[in-house]
Every structure is written in C-alpha cells, then in structure tokens.
C-alpha cells in the first residue's frame, strides 16, 4: 500500500512538473508570436481585443503556467484514484495539444477554419505523442531539469519588462527641462462617440451634462464644432498632430502611419517645455501604443489595465470571450475600462510627483456602443429595465433593423451613458480642486466623432461623414486665462487643438503645429471673416456594411457657417443647408440655384487638401 502511495506520488509531481513546463513554454511562445504577427499586421484573432503590449509576453506565461496547472491537478487527482492509467501518457497528450492549439490557433486563425486549427492541432499532438512513447525517459528528465530555467526566464520577462517600463518613465522625468513658472497643467478629456446635439449645454431637452454644462458656462464653448473623421483613428491623430487625415494619414489600412514621425506630437512639444506627459486610453482598439499614440508620453496606459484584461487578451481568453462568455449572452466590450478606471490611473500618476505641471491626454469610451452603462444610469432616461444593448459593432449588429420603440431603447441607454461620463468628470475635476490642482489646470473637453442613431439609414458611426458623425463639443476652461460665458457659433475643428493649446501657453510663434489658434475666434470674434472651414475625411472600407457610404468609396466634407458639402469619390456630392436643415434631410446638390456654393465650397476643399 504505501508502494502504492509512493508512486502515486511520484506520478503526481511528475504531472506538474509537466504541466508547469508546458504552461511556461506555451505562454513565452505565445507572447513571441503575438508580438511578431502584430508587427506584421496578420494577427485577425478576434480583432476586437487582438492588440498587446510588449507585457503580454509574461503575462501570457504566467496565465498559462496557472491554467496548465489547474489541468495538471485535476489529472493528479485522477492517477491516485485511477493508477492503472497511463496518466503520463495522457498527460503529455494533453497538455501537447494544448500548446499546439494555442499556437497555431494564434498563426491560422482568420486563414482556415476553427475545425481545422483543431485538426491540425490534434495531429501535431499525436506526433509528439508518439514520439515521447521511444523518449519518455530523456524526456521527462529533461523537463525536470529545465523547469527551473524556463521558470527563470519567465521571471526575467516581468522583472525586464516591468523595470524597464519603469526605469525608461523615470529616466525621462529626470531628463524634463525644467518648465517656467506658474506653468499651467493641461487636462484633456476625449469623450469617445459623442455627439454634441446630445449635451444639455448644445440645447437638448434632457439633463444629460449638468458637469459639463456647468464647466462651459464658466468658460468657452464653440457651438459647431467639427471632428476630422467619423472614428478614432484619424480623429485622435489630428487632435495630436494638428494635421487632417490627408496628411498623417492614419487610416484603416495605414496603421503604421504615426511611427513615421513626420509630424511632431502635443505630447512631444509639451514634454520639451517641461511637462510630464501621461495618456490614459479607454478605447484599446485604437487610441494606443500599438497605433503610435504614445509618442511624446512619458506614461501610456492602455491594455493590461485590469486582470481580466489581460486574461482576455491571452490566447485561451480569447477563446472564452468568443466561445462562451458570447454564448451566455455577454456583450459588452471584454474588460471594458470603465471611467472611474481611468480617473484612478489619472489621479495615481499626477500623485507621484507634483512638482512638475503635468499634461493629461484621456479617452473615456462609455458612451461608445454597445451603451450599456452601469445602474442607475442605464435607466435614467428611459422605463425599460434593461434599454441599449442591440447597436453592438464588435458582435457585427451595425445595422438592425429595429422598431421605433428599440431605436428609442438605444437613445434612451447611449444618453445615460452621457450622464455617466459627466459624473464622472465632475468627480475628476473635484479630485484636481482637492488636492488644490483645479486653478492652475487649463482643462479641454472633447469627442473624436459623433455617433449616428437610423439618420440617413446609419448607425454608430465610421461609414459617412453626415453631420451627426462629426459634430463633437469643445469646451475650454481656465479662470483667468479663458473667458467666461463665452459660445461661439463659427465652424471649427478640433485639429485646432494643438496650436490653440500652445498659444494659450504662451508659445507664441514658436509652435510646429499649423494654426489658426482658436484664441483669436474668443478675443475678437468679428475679426476673422475668413476663418478656414473645417475639413473631414474618410478613407474607403470595402469591407463595410452594404448601406455604408463608405463601402464603395472615400468620402471629405467641409462645413461654412451655413452649409454642409459631402463628396464622395464615386457617388457625387451632397449639399445641405445647416441653418434651416439642421438634421440634413434634403440634399440640395441638384438644385440649380444652389451650383455656384457647390462650385465655391468645392474650390475651398481642394484648397484644404494642398
């Protein structure tokens, strides 16, 4: 009996070992290919959470080495009450085909399909299998001798990865010229997906910003205001570069455009003039490192925020968000970061030094789809239990067909979402006046988009330039420096922010961003007659939903203080008129009387574009 026991025993430690091995081995491999297929833009796995950090390569280790090893004492506890199996047998069986699922799965996913991952996988399985039958006891010396060097280099991993990060942050803050006095921290808040016409503040009916509509009456609010494109790739690089879409260049079939460096980043001339530089993203699909965003940010955060996220962003934790957690009706974004998280992040590193003025570049992404925004906003504006939900891009529901009362769902959940985020920021702003930060803080807030809700048959946004996918808020706010109880009804970008910014700074003539500075709109509104009409520009997506404009080609617009003229590059032009067409019903592009503003606002787009 205690033979018995004894090798039961044995049997056990040799089935973690094994399972700590193969755990170890599977996840440095996978945090290797992930990097490497990202690098050659293949990666497709679920492309909803498909983008990582050079920190998934120990967190993919350390995953895998718990998941394996939960494996490896269900198997544990099968050999003691089953000793008659061949349990190393199966156990190596097993714990093969796992790693070779999770690798190929990574390398073939998007090129075959899932039964044949599964078949591939199963084969190379049975392979080593075989192969570990004439080996077996090489091999399993083998794994007990190297277990310690493969556990080491997995610990190398976090403490290079981690040090790194840390020591490369620290450094640069060491290495910060040292800033003026009475130097101003910058805060700007992206609002992802809203829409200006949604904001109390922009005359809607309902209560949806109360924090905001506070904070414009204490400073300027710009009424018409414009983003560059209908998403956030473009969006968020000419709020950066000062630059529109035709320039930088970001676009969706351009990811790399950013780490070019043609262009200089807010970021960049900021932390020349002493700033510490921190962006805090909620939106980890396209506001990120991967993108290029952190260029010029001494301290970016965007993945790996939570533990679940960074269990989702694993291989197997794709497979659970796709596979099952899908399944069971969840629909949310995996590991949404929610705003307090961001708030928390914010706050954490203006807390590490206070010495230096800081700028805070940050996305909040709930009002994004699916709006599903936490108790009690969710049902703040609406008497369903459980509104919103249906519009939901990354489960491919961008165009339903949805009754009058779900669309209204919809509205009643992304408004609450609204609601949500102006909480949020009021509680952000009331933590920089407790810590006596608020005075000396120039605060900007913002959108990257507007968001489309059946208007011209669309939904969500990305796939036209209508005006209720552009038009954004911009608020500026600094007692002092900015005047109070100030609208301004001209047309203006946002990818005036960089330029504005510095002159509000006092650079003067010495910034690299081209101007004009909105500054000049708030000294002497009558002043500029021919201030530059913003310009918007999306690229094609050939993989769009049918209805989507941009499914058959690119698109630009340009918008005076009356009209809105949409090109596109194969269906024509549109015209509408803002001031007596607000929801740009009746497209006036045919109309004869109307040829010389298309002629003129065509020659002005060509302009915007040299």
């Known amino acids: 009996m205690n033979e018995m026991s004894a090798s039961a025993h ?59 090893s939960v494996v490896g004492l269900a198997l544990a506890a099968m050999a003691r009450l089953f000793p008659r199996l061949p349990i190393i047998q199966i156990c190596v069986g097993l714990f093969s085909f796992m790693a070779f699922l999770d690798w190929v799965g990574l390398a073939l996913t998007g090129h075959i399909r899932v039964y044949a991952i599964f078949l591939v996988s199963l084969g190379l399985a049975v392979q080593f299998r075989y192969w570990f039958r004439k080996h077996e006891a090489a091999t399993v010396i083998f794994w007990r001798r190297s277990l310690p060097w493969v556990g080491a280099v997995a610990l190398f ?27 101003p921290n910058v805060l700007v808040v992206v609002v992802d997906a809203l829409r200006a016409d949604h904001l109390s503040s922009y005359g809607y009916a309902r209560p949806t910003s109360p924090n905001l509509d506070r904070i414009a009456r204490e400073g300027v609010l710009f009424e018409n205001t414009f983003a560059t494109s209908s998403y956030t790739f473009p969006s968020h690089a000419s709020m950066l570069t000062g630059r529109y879409p035709h320039e930088h260049q970001a676009e969706w079939l351009n990811p790399e455009a950013l780490n070019d460096g043609r262009y200089p980043t807010l970021g960049e001339a900021l932390r020349s003039r002493g700033y510490r530089t921190g962006g805090f993203s909620a939106n980890v699909f396209w506001f990120t490192r991967a993108f290029g965003f952190d260029r010029g940010f001494i301290h970016f955060e965007d993945y790996f925020q939570s533990t679940s996220d960074m269990v989702l962003r694993t291989a197997f934790g794709r497979a659970l968000e796709k596979s ?44 994004h789809d699916p709006y599903l925004p936490p108790a009690p906003y969710r049902r703040k504006f609406s008497k369903l239990e459980n509104p919103g939900g249906m519009l939901n891009w990354r489960i491919g529901e961008t165009d339903p067909k949805l009754t009058p009362e779900q669309l209204q769902s919809e509205i009643d959940a992304y408004d609450g979402a609204i609601a949500y985020v102006d ?76 330029a504005t910014l510095m002159d509000l700074l006092g650079a003067d003539n010495q910034t690299p961003f081209p101007g004009p500075s909105l500054m ?11 201030w530059p009409y913003p310009l918007s520009e999306i690229a094609q997506q050939a993989w769009a939903s049918p209805g989507s404009p941009v499914r058959s080609g690119s698109m630009k617009s340009l918008v005076s203080q009356q009209w809105h003229y949409i090109e596109h590059e194969k269906e024509g032009a549109k015209l509408y008129d803002l001031k007596n067409d607000f929801r740009e019903t009746r497209d006036q592009a045919s109309v004869p009387e109307m040829q010389d503003v298309i002629a003129r606002l065509k020659s002005q787009l060509l302009l915007s574009q040299k």
């Open 520 to 530: 000049q709109l708030w000294r002497d509104p009558q002043a500029h007659p021919n």
């Open 423 to 498: 909480e949020q920021i009021g509680q952000l702003i009331g933590e920089l006046k407790n810590r006596g930060l608020l005075e000396n803080t120039l605060i900007v807030i913002t959108a990257d988009h507007g968001e489309g809700f059946g208007e011209h048959d669309l939904f969500l946004h990305g796939n036209s330039l209508y005006r209720e996918m552009i038009q954004v808020p911009l608020i500026f706010w600094k007692p002092g420096k900015v005047p109070a109880d100030v609208r301004i009804a001209q047309s203006v970008t946002n990818a005036a922010l960089p």
């Open 10 to 68: 044995g049997k056990a430690k040799q089935i973690l070992i094994i399972a700590a091995w193969f755990g170890l081995v599977t996840g440095l491999f996978e945090g290797a290919i992930f990097l490497a297929l990202q690098r050659l833009n293949r990666l497709t796995l679920y492309r909803s959470i498909v983008d990582v950090s050079v920190e998934i390569v120990w967190i993919s280790a350390l995953f895998d080495l718990l998941l394996f």
């Open 324 to 367: 099952v957690m899908q399944r069971l009706g969840f629909v949310d974004i995996p590991a949404r970061v929610r705003a307090p998280d961001i708030n928390h992040s914010v706050l954490r590193w203006i807390d590490r030094d206070r010495e230096r003025p800081f700028f805070v570049f940050l996305n909040y992404m709930d009002v």
């Open 157 to 183: 991993a976090f403490v290079a990865i981690k040090g790194g990060l840390w020591l490369q942050e620290r450094t640069a803050v060491a290495n910060l010229p040292a800033a003026s006095a009475g130097t």
